[in-house]
């Protein structure tokens, strides 16, 4: 068995009747590179069973300590039940963009089994383009972007041919813990408390404001005062979210959006003012969320804050799975209405929040979970973001933006070229838009998430997207 950190446990502790915290990705896929022009559910069902011993946490399932004394444990087991995890669907004719997308927002809002291993995929058929799509679905207490793009390279290929699999390391499928173990592995773990909550103070306290606990009032001056003991120096960026119409609580409903750009239109965009290609991606970001705020009246006078999640996974760490993030807070300038003038902010925002990252502790989101007890780790969880609903209290963040770099040569599945692959990621209370971008063979692939309730036309999103990044071309 092995123990969840404080980080995946917040992942956990997030999800209530409205709020889910698993991530995952829509694939497309070409059939017709495949041995014999088949791909479905066999092909991904063998697929699978081939690899699933070199795939670890698809056997990981929750078990809880008693009285949540302390965080939850992964206990591996023997084999995977893919008849269970494993599934199938077709799109009724003509099988559009927009019925896909409302397939993949009814599964995402689904919350994951906790009894199982905390993942699915959807082998879905159907779309008019002939690909076949499938749909990964799994929890972010499992993984992060880096750790998932382990998984993901597990099962796909350099070529339709696919490759020779090494033999598979010896099982080491856990027994089922009974209760009584369990508790008894809590009652160890209580001492450890507040040794864990010591060693995190000098690096916590002085950085709480870039954590969501950095919304509490008085947080911000004990911030500070911190920092001028342990780090000698006060300075920091003063960031302010405002509320919009996507602050507010989020319902169990989502929306779900996905489209393409032209990797090479957002290169020219860099070259020709001096950015880089992810300022470029963050300037076209705030533009079309600008302009769905003028057409629904709702503009602030200020910038959003933006969170960006920046991995700070080590090479000694691949394969370790779990959570290696910070979430880093940058502006978005959604009140500057000029194109050229909004993406240089945009990179000079960037730069600096790439200087304050280097400054940052690796562990911080884990250090400053570590203040909070197990047994009440979740009630906290959940008191953070309805604080960033309520009122006199503001979000810590508007939404999230993520811009994740891929591969520039294809890959293959089961035999099946990729053609795209879009991320689904997370929404939370006062945060109920996610706009996250994967690039892969020249293109960048955006997957939209929303509030069903609060931006019930999402899909406007990616045509302002398309026409934010032509106003920069050269």
């Known amino acids: 068995m092995r123990q969840l950190t404080s980080l995946d446990a917040q992942f956990l502790a997030l ?63 023997e084999e995977i039940d893919l008849g269970y995890h494993v599934r199938e669907l077709a799109l009724a004719s003509p099988g559009t963009d927009a019925q896909l997308a409302e397939q993949v927002a009814r599964i995402i809002s689904r919350p994951l089994d906790r009894a199982r291993p905390l993942w699915e995929l959807y082998v879905i058929e159907g779309h008019e383009s002939g690909y076949v799509s499938v749909l990964t679905k799994i929890h972010h207490a499992v993984i992060d972007g ?45 001492p450890r408390y507040p040794v864990r909550m010591l060693r995190a103070l000098p690096k916590a306290l002085p950085n709480l404001e870039d954590t969501p606990f950095g919304i509490f009032p008085g947080a911000s001056v004990l911030s500070r005062v911190a920092g001028t003991v342990f780090r000698g120096d006060v300075e920091r960026p003063e960031l302010t979210a405002p509320k919009t119409l996507f602050s507010g609580r989020i319902t169990p409903h989502r929306r779900f959006v996905f489209g393409q750009l032209s990797l090479d239109d957002f290169k020219a965009a860099k070259n020709a003012h001096g950015a880089t290609v992810n300022d470029v991606v963050v300037s076209v970001c705030a533009g079309a969320v600008r302009r769905w705020l003028i057409e629904h009246d709702d503009l602030p006078d200020v910038p959003l804050v933006a969170q960006v999640p920046v991995s700070v996974r080590t090479g000694e760490q691949f394969g370790t799975y ?7 807070a940058a502006p978005l300038f ?49 008191l953070t973001f309805g604080f960033s609903t309520s009122r006199p209290g503001r979000p810590t963040w508007n939404l999230v933006i993520s811009n994740v770099p891929g591969p520039q040569f294809p890959l293959y599945m089961a035999g099946a070229r990729l053609q795209a692959n879009y991320p689904v990621s997370v929404i939370t209370d006062g945060m109920g838009l996610n706009i996250t971008v994967m690039s892969y063979m020249g293109h960048m692939d955006f997957g939209i998430v929303a509030d069903r309730e609060q931006m019930p036309d999402l899909e406007v999103l990616m045509e302002y997207l398309r026409e934010e990044l032509s106003s920069l071309e050269p």
């Open 334 to 382: 959604t009140d500057i209405a000029d194109p050229v003038a909004r993406l240089q902010a945009t990179h000079e925002a960037l730069s600096d929040m790439k200087e304050r990252h280097r400054a940052l502790p690796a562990e911080l989101l884990q250090d400053a979970n570590n203040f909070i007890p197990p047994a009440v780790f979740a009630r906290a969880a959940r």
């Open 15 to 77: 999800e209530n009747s409205r709020q889910t915290g698993h991530v995952g990705s829509l694939a497309m896929l070409d059939a017709s590179t495949a041995p014999g022009g088949e791909f479905g559910l066999d092909q991904v069902t063998g697929l699978l069973s081939e690899r699933a011993a070199l795939l670890p946490p698809l056997r990981w399932r929750l078990a809880e300590v008693p009285l949540g004394l302390d965080h939850p444990y992964w206990v591996e087991e």
């Open 146 to 190: 880096l750790s998932g793009a382990e998984i993901m390279a597990l099962l796909l290929d350099l070529s339709p041919e696919g490759r020779e699999v090494p033999p598979a390391p010896e099982e080491r499928a856990d027994a089922s813990p009974s209760s009584l173990r369990m508790l008894g592995l809590g009652m160890l773990g209580l």
């Open 322 to 328: 779990g959570n290696r993030i910070l979430l880093m």
